[in-house]
C-alpha cells in the first residue's frame, strides 16, 4: 500500500471503421489522470472530478467505480481521495470514459499493490465504462495495453494487442457539436442482412491482416463500415463532406471515431496528415461547424503509473 | 499456346469456423486435376467428367466453365478437348468444385501462355463457382493461392494470403451422407442480431491474427461459429456427438467443412490428429455413419501445372 498514486490512461478512437465495439486504437498525446490519496474514512471522496460536468458522486464517475471495483478485488475496505485531470473532451467519441476508468482501475491497482493483471484491471473499468457508456471494451483495452486492440470477448476477457505499422498516424477532428452515446446507439440496427455481415466481419478481419503483415494500403482499403457509419452518418452534419475531403487529400481511409462527433482519417505520413486534417476542418467549415483537428502517433505504451 | 496442359488443385476447407464464405484453408493430399489437349473444332469437348455424376455438357461442368472463361479472355476461339480427375468427393464439403474450377483456369491459362494474374484466375473461377455451387470465393481462393485465405471483397477479388502455423493440422471427418450445398445454404438466416455479428466478426479477425502471430491456442479459441453451425447441425446426425469427440480427444476446434457433411479438426500435432481422427470415427459410427478420416498439412503451394 502506498500514500499517493496517480496513473495516466491515453484516449483512443473505438468502433475503429467495421470494427464496431471489438476493434480500438490508442492515440498518442491526449488523455486522462487520476491520483488517488490514502484517506481515513471508508470510500472514495471526489475532490477533483475533472470537468464540471461530471458527477461528484463516486457511483456515477467512471474513475471512482473503476477503483472501487479494485478495491473489491483487493479486499481493501479503507477510503481514498480522488482528483481526475481529463485531457480529454466529455462525449466526444475519443474514448475519455475509458481513459478516466483505465486510470482509476491502473492507480488504485498501484495505490493497493494489488498485483491485478490487465484481464483483471479490464474487468474493474469495464464495470465503470458499462455504467457510464455501455458494455463494450474496445476503447478500454487500448488504453490499458496502448496500440490497436482486438476484442474477441467479454465473457471472458480475451483482447489481442495487435502490431501496428510504424509510418501509422492518426488524425482526429472534432467538430464542435453534440452527440450522446446513447443516440448514437439508438441508431444500430438490431439485425443486419447477411451479405452486410459477412461484408464487415471479412473487413475486420483484413483490417487485423494488414496491422499484423504492415500493409497500410490493405488497412485503408479494409476500413469499410457499412454498419454503424451509415446509420450515425446521418446525425453528424459535415461528416460525408470531411470525409470526402480526406480522402481527396490523401487519407488511407476515414471514418466516425468511437461514437463521435470525432471523425478520424488514417494516414501514412506526418505531411499528408496535416494536409487531410485541413480538409477536414475545412468541409467542416462550410457546414458552419467550428472544428479542432490533430495529427498523432499511435500510443503504444497505453496506460501509465506516474 | 502449347498442345496440351495439365493443372492441379489441392481441396479446401470453406467456411473456416466464423469464417462463412469469407475464410479458407488449403489441404494437403487429394485434389482434383483437368488436362486440355488442344482440338481443330470450337469449344470445350467433355471427354472425361472426372465422376459419373458430373454432367459432360461444358456449360454446366465447373471445370469447363472456368477454362471458357479464361479462353474468352485470351481471345481463344478454338476448342480443347478435357479430362478431368477427381480426387475429392462431390458434395462433401471439401472444396470439390472449386478445385475443378481452379485446375480447370490454370490449366486453361497454361495451355494458352495467356498470363492471367492470380486474380483474373479466380474470376474466372468464379463464374464456374458460381454457376454450381455459390458466388463465394473461401474454397478458391486458397485452392489457387495455397494456405489459409481471407476473402475481403468479391468485387472487386480482393484475397489475402495469411501466415500459417507450421505445426498446424487439419483433420477431416467424411461421414457417410449426403448434404446438397443449396440446402445447407437455404438454412443460413437472412437476418443477424447485432450481438452475433459482432461475436462472430471478432472472432474472424481473431482467427486471422492467431494466423498472422502464430498464435494456434488463439485460433482454437476464435474458431467459434454462431452463425452457419448452428443452423447447420441440425442438418448433419452425429456431428454434435464428433464434436464433442474431437474437442474431448485433445482438438483446438472442430466445426463443418464448408457446407458440409465433412467436419473438421484443427490440432497442433500429428499424433493428437490420429487420436482425434479415430474418436470423431467412433463418435459418427455410433450414430450408424461410416466415416472416412484423415489427418493432413496444410497445403502451402496451392494449384500448379503439371
Do not use: W
Not at 482528483?83 to 475509458?98: D, I, N, W, Y
Amino acid at each position: 500500500m502506498r500514500q499517493t498514486a496517480t496513473a495516466y490512461a491515453p484516449g483512443s478512437i473505438g468502433n475503429v471503421g467495421p470494427g464496431l465495439d471489438i476493434l480500438g486504437l490508442a492515440v498518442s498525446g491526449r488523455g486522462d489522470e487520476a491520483t488517488f490519496t490514502m484517506r481515513d474514512e471508508r470510500g472514495i471522496l471526489i475532490a477533483g472530478a475533472g470537468h464540471p460536468d461530471l458527477p461528484t458522486d463516486p457511483s456515477r464517475h467512471a474513475t471512482a467505480i473503476a477503483a472501487s471495483a479494485v478495491f473489491a478485488r483487493a479486499g481493501y475496505r479503507g477510503g481514498a481521495t480522488l482528483r481526475v485531470t481529463k485531457g480529454l473532451p466529455l462525449s466526444g467519441g475519443q474514448g475519455g470514459s475509458a481513459a478516466s476508468a483505465i486510470a482509476g482501475a491502473v492507480a488504485a491497482n498501484y495505490l493497493l499493490d494489488a498485483g491485478l493483471d490487465d484481464a483483471a484491471l479490464l474487468e474493474c473499468a469495464l464495470e465503470a465504462e458499462s455504467a457510464v457508456a455501455g458494455r463494450h471494451a474496445d476503447n478500454l483495452a487500448p488504453s490499458l495495453l496502448g496500440g490497436l486492440v482486438l476484442v474477441r470477448s467479454l465473457d471472458p476477457i480475451d483482447v489481442i494487442r495487435l502490431p501496428v505499422p510504424a509510418n501509422l498516424r492518426v488524425v482526429l477532428a472534432h467538430p464542435d457539436q453534440q452527440l450522446q452515446t446513447r443516440d448514437a446507439r439508438a441508431v444500430l440496427p438490431h439485425d443486419i442482412p447477411r451479405d452486410v455481415v459477412l461484408h464487415q466481419a471479412a473487413n475486420v478481419a483484413a483490417m487485423v491482416a494488414g496491422a499484423c503483415l504492415g500493409d497500410v494500403a490493405l488497412i485503408g482499403r479494409a476500413l469499410d463500415d457499412r454498419i454503424a457509419e451509415p446509420a450515425r452518418a446521418a446525425l453528424l452534419p459535415g461528416f460525408i463532406a470531411a470525409k470526402q475531403a480526406a480522402m481527396a487529400a490523401g487519407a488511407l481511409a476515414c471514418s466516425i471515431s468511437g461514437a463521435g462527433p470525432t471523425a478520424f482519417a488514417l494516414v501514412d505520413d506526418e505531411v499528408v496528415g496535416v494536409r487531410v486534417a485541413a480538409a477536414m476542418a475545412a468541409a467542416y467549415a462550410m457546414a458552419g461547424l467550428p472544428t479542432a483537428t490533430r495529427v498523432a502517433t499511435i500510443d503504444l505504451r497505453g496506460a501509465t503509473v506516474r
